[in-house]
């Protein structure tokens, strides 16, 4: 089955810096990969997704990146701001497949 | 809409004492799953369904059993509640593995 593996576990920058948080999955058959942000007593929201036909998907402030070859794909954050600090899990999956998620990753952004 | 609905929000239990926590969901999902997330960890999955009538086990299935008798339903059971069973439980649901999954807000579960 499909094993998500997710860097770093924590991540500390300065408000308004870059953060680059990744991931590489295992199931070359995967195609579908979602990014939940999850803040602290929340519930997890998905914020981006890119399916395996696309290479690369922006939304503002946020990027998702795939590498298909290598089996890995990232979440880029840019001009970070302290509402950004929480807990962002990767995720992938195909077809009817279950979503496995990544083991998250804390982002603290300090003023 | 109201997406997907948990109840209870928070519950408090004694060992060994049984609970059944409900999952709604009102977007004709067709897959649904439980979670259970400890501090600082993960989302571990506990068990999943992939339509009305049927479930599967996930990652971490030991101690708890869920029945979808209804589409729009997912209960997740404890039999006999143990301290180790003490989380945040969260059901999704979405249209199938490679799509988008939506999260309820978490049943907030003690047991001394």
């Known amino acids: 089955g499909e094993n998500v593996e997710q860097h770093p576990s924590t991540l500390s920058v300065q408000e308004g810096d870059s953060a680059v948080i990744k991931c590489t999955y295992s199931d070359s058959a995967s195609n579908y990969f979602p990014w939940y942000k999850q803040e602290l007593g929340k519930r997890p929201q998905l914020i981006i997704d890119i399916r395996s036909n696309v290479g690369e998907k922006k939304d503002q402030r946020i990027a998702v990146t795939l590498n298909k070859t290598a089996k890995h794909f990232s979440l880029h954050i840019t001009e970070t701001q302290p509402e950004d600090s929480a807990v962002y899990f990767c995720?992938?999956?195909?077809?009817?497949?279950?979503?496995?998620f990544g083991t998250g990753t804390r982002l603290l952004v300090s003023p | 809409n109201a997406g997907v609905t948990q109840t209870p929000k928070f519950r408090v239990l004694k060992t060994g004492q049984s609970m059944t926590l409900l999952c709604a969901q009102d977007m004709n999902h067709e897959y649904m799953y439980w979670y259970r997330q400890d501090p600082g960890m993960g989302l571990r999955l506990i068990h999943y369904s992939v339509g009305e009538g049927t479930t599967a086990k996930g990652e971490v299935p030991d101690g708890y059993n869920v029945s979808r008798l209804k589409k729009q339903n997912f209960l997740l059971g404890l039999e006999s509640a143990a301290p180790s069973q003490t989380s945040v439980y969260f059901c999704?649901?979405?249209?199938?593995?490679?799509?988008?999954?939506?999260f309820g807000d978490g049943t907030r579960l003690s047991i001394l």
């Open positions: 995720a992938a999956s195909h077809g009817f497949q279950k979503l496995v």
């Open positions: 999704a649901s979405g249209w199938q593995g490679d799509q988008p999954q939506h």
